[in-house]
């Protein structure tokens, strides 16, 4: 019953803006907390960002951190993840998953989250 879908993802080129989008349904969503990670080819995945169902803190990649902004609006079961000017390094295939779990909004394991997207790809290039 549970379903989790990300969407938003494109070609685009180097220094622009993107919005990915997560939406839920089958889940009490305001108590999730939610994530966004990445798989690029040829490497495992990597954690993004994420952000609390408790206060809504946001948490961030070092290496994204002022270019991309997480947020979440319960009343539309939906978190988006803001991108701004990409680089090619951003290029991945980039997942919505969420955790129940107390602390920080992702867990200690990749297998820990709890449901997760389909993925959304994100290609940067010229």
């Known amino acids: 019953e549970v379903r989790i879908v990300d969407s938003g993802g494109a070609l685009i080129q180097p220094g622009g803006s993107l919005r990915l989008s997560c939406t839920a349904s089958g889940l009490n969503f305001s108590s999730t907390n939610v994530n966004w990670l990445r798989q690029a080819p040829r490497k495992g995945p990597e954690w993004v960002s994420g952000?609390?169902?408790?206060?809504?803190?946001?948490y961030y990649l070092p290496s994204v951190k002022g270019r991309f902004t997480i947020s979440r609006d319960d009343a539309k079961n939906t978190v988006y993840l803001e991108m701004n000017n990409l680089k090619a390094e951003d290029t991945a295939l980039y997942y919505c998953a969420t955790y129940a779990g107390p602390g920080k909004p992702y867990p200690d394991d990749y297998g820990d989250y709890d449901y997760w997207g389909q993925g959304t790809q994100v290609t940067v290039s010229s």
């Open positions: 952000i609390k169902s408790s206060d809504g803190t946001a």
